[in-house]
């Protein structure tokens, strides 16, 4: 039995109608050559990812909540396990676009997760055109991070069709829930403890004062080298983003759409610099909003801010579940309409964030949110919905993660891996996630959206690529991008 951390169970209190807190990927995979079977079939993935769940020790784990909300719930094995609850089929009718499969992918994200399961759920999509087929996954947020989410993925994926031998594992065995007497005494203790706690919490955020101070204040607007205007290329960024229409209250339903682009094409545009292939992707996104705000013509004249989700986990920490992480806020030059000069304060923005995110201890957002009691943070989050507190003072207006993937062909079940896109969640005030994965030479870009706010969001993905191709025609010379002289 293990107890979730503040953090874990910030994403379990979260949830209302229309949040949810799970996020999940998605594999398309050749169907057409797979190892041992003709094709996939829901029979042999159940019992592929059955042979795989030693590896996987939360897909077999489900929540205890503490009576009354008075404490973080807690984990057991759960002494029920049904793999055939977790793991489902569906087919899409001729002809099986790429369209059709983001429609799914959105319907089945926007459905909650059972609690009184392990918190996980897997879907067999098949008929996709070109002999593909599907694997939608999504597990809930107070499980993993991005980084343990990695770890899932390395636990199901193979260097070989063949797959890999498995050590031999005891027989699993499910533990019975604690009594609700000994949950409300392990609660009364942790409440006594928290005073100590929150003095050493205090003391961290004393000493940071001046670090957050810097990382939402004036100091994220950059004068860029060798701009001979008299102002600043990326205007003050203060404690509240610009408003756009996504940055509004969000329903349950989703929208969700993906796209990739050549790796290799995104590194010339680097070749000869110190930019950063994360510094072109964030500029790609930054651009790609930019056109459908001015396309919707409710363009800002302030730059957006992004979250960029940045892993604390330590090296001894490598390998367990949970969240480990933190973020730091970036400004997006969407003010500007020259390519080259939003990759240019792009790179300028993200040297200053990294900077001003030095400054906060790495384990603050760990730290804060292990106070919540669950039945007050969920009031919490619902009472700021109702009074749209995060549009009345929001620091950013959408998350963008970029997560390095392999380089190598990689199989699921003995079928190889064509794309993976991963798939986040949103909170109100919230309605835009985007998140990039790198795999054998191509970056794979997932949107999600609420289908009220953005119901074209496949427009949206579609800027990405006339984004690279205006940065490419841009000829941007290494001078002109933080170059060595």
């Known amino acids: 039995m293990e107890q979730l951390s503040g953090l874990d169970g910030w994403f379990l209190a979260m949830e209302t109608s229309s949040v949810y807190g799970h996020v999940g990927s998605v594999s398309i995979i050749d169907a057409t050559v797979t190892q041992g ?43 029920d396990f049904d793999i055939e609850f977790h793991i489902r089929e569906l087919a899409l009718p001729a002809p099986g676009s790429d369209r059709q499969l983001s429609e799914q992918v959105a319907r089945i994200h926007a459905r909650p997760l059972d609690r009184s399961r392990p918190l996980w759920e897997l879907y067999l999509i098949t008929g996709l055109h070109g002999g593909r087929a599907a694997i939608y996954n999504k597990i809930h947020h107070a499980a993993i991070d991005g980084v343990s989410g990695g770890d899932i993925l390395a636990a199901v994926l193979d260097v070989s069709p ?48 001046q670090g957050i101070a810097n990382a939402v204040g004036p100091s994220l607007a950059q004068r860029l080298p060798g ?32 796209t990739d682009l050549p790796l290799a094409k995104v590194k010339t545009l680097r070749a000869g610099t110190d930019l950063t292939v994360n510094d072109v992707v964030m500029t790609l996104c930054a651009g790609a909003l930019r056109r459908w705000l001015d396309l919707h013509q409710v363009l800002p004249a302030a730059p957006l801010v992004a979250a960029v989700p940045v892993s604390v986990r330590a090296t001894d920490q490598e390998g367990t579940l949970g969240n480990k992480v933190s973020m730091m806020l970036a400004p997006l030059p969407t003010n500007l309409s020259d390519p ?26 760990a730290d804060v949110t292990q106070f919540a009691m669950p ?46 896109y991963p798939v986040s969640a949103l909170v109100d005030g919230q309605g835009l996630n985007i998140t990039v994965m790198s ?47």
């Open 37 to 79: 079977v003709e094709s996939l079939t829901l029979e042999h993935l159940t019992r592929f990812i059955e042979s795989r769940l030693p590896l996987v020790p939360t897909f077999r784990r489900r929540l205890v909540t503490v009576p009354l909300g008075l404490d973080h719930p807690y984990w057991i094995d759960d002494p």
């Open 162 to 209: 063949e797959g890999r031998p498995m050590p031999e594992f005891e027989a699993f065995k499910g533990e019975q829930p604690p009594a609700p007497t000994w949950l409300l005494g392990r609660s009364v203790l942790a409440l006594a403890r928290q005073p100590l706690q929150a003095v050493r919490v205090v003391t961290d955020l004393a000493r940071s004062i």
């Open 227 to 258: 701009n001979d205007t008299d102002g600043d290329v990326l205007p003050t960024v203060g404690l509240h983003a610009p408003g756009t229409p996504f940055n509004a209250p969000v329903s349950p339903h989703r929208k969700w759409a993906f």
């Open 340 to 365: 080259r000069e939003r990759l240019e304060a792009m790179h300028e923005a993200m040297r200053a964030a990294k900077e001003q995110y030095g400054a906060i201890p790495a384990s603050l957002l």
């Open 375 to 420: 039945v007050l943070a969920n009031q919490a989050w619902r009472l700021s919905a109702k009074l749209r507190l995060m549009e009345r003072v929001n620091p950013f207006n959408l998350f963008i993660s970029n997560v390095p993937g392999p380089n190598v062909p990689l199989y699921f079940a003995g079928a190889k891996l064509l794309a993976y």
């Open 439 to 485: 795999y054998r030479g191509n970056l794979y870009f997932w949107l999600i959206a609420c289908r009220q706010l953005i119901p074209d969001l496949d427009v949206m993905a579609g800027f990405l690529h006339d984004e690279l191709e205006a940065l490419t025609s841009a000829m941007v010379t290494p001078t002109a991008l933080g170059a060595p002289a």
